[in-house]
């Protein structure tokens, strides 16, 4: 039985070494100290990650063609996918706050069929990170978790139906509201008299 304030943890063998070779390495001695030092190391990645994508975002200024071949320049709304394959022209996104990842993307079947892109898998992998996704008829929507959560807890406060999107939500939100609604990730149960969304 492990001392107190500690638990066991088992590995395969293989990655014991690999973490013995990482201790005698970096010159740490005791294995917490060492499993520490790569949680945080990750966390620093991920949130570096986010930050090139946040400036990549706020300082671009890109132009979009969307399926009639129309184009339109968008600045601010459109989201490099750092190391992902999807092109920034085919994902329309809201703006992110700071630090955070694109809150809804959006791209066309048509558009990932001719990029080669596995849409389950896509979508399999953006809910891992917090997403919640669906595709349509013709486009893959993925929403941020807990934006729809919040915007579900506004309106069920406020007592609100189909037609109070604008009166209860604004700016971000009631794009976000939007886009999941159409996405089929959003919807008010005329029964109870609640919104409801797929979480």
Not at 112 to 126: F, L
Not at 179 to 193: P, Q, R, S, T, V
Request: proline share 2%; hydrophobic share 35%; aromatic share 6%.
């Amino acid at each position: 039985m492990p001392p107190r304030g500690y638990a066991n943890l088992s590995v395969r063998e293989d990655v014991r070494r690999m973490l013995d070779e990482l201790r005698a390495e970096t010159g740490i001695r005791d294995l917490n100290d060492l499993l520490i030092l790569l949680v945080r190391t990750y966390r620093d990645y991920t949130n570096a990650i986010s930050k090139i994508q946040e400036l990549l975002t706020s300082s671009i200024s890109k132009t979009v063609t969307n399926n009639t071949g129309n184009t339109t320049t968008s600045s601010g709304n459109i989201s490099s996918n750092v190391g992902e394959g999807i092109a920034p022209q085919a994902t329309a996104t809201v703006k992110a706050r700071s630090g955070e990842s694109r809150r809804v993307i959006a791209f066309s079947l048509d558009w990932a069929k001719q990029k080669g892109i596995n849409v389950e898998e896509y979508m399999a992998r953006k809910e891992r990170q917090g997403y919640i996704c669906n595709d349509t008829a013709s486009k893959v929507y993925c929403v941020w978790r807990e934006d729809i959560e919040q915007i579900i807890v506004e309106l069920n406060s406020s007592n609100a139906g189909m037609g109070d999107l604008e009166r209860v939500l604004s700016g971000e939100k009631l794009e976000i509201a939007r886009a999941a609604i159409e996405a089929g990730l959003l919807w008010y149960d005329n029964k109870e008299k609640r919104w409801r969304a797929p979480l």
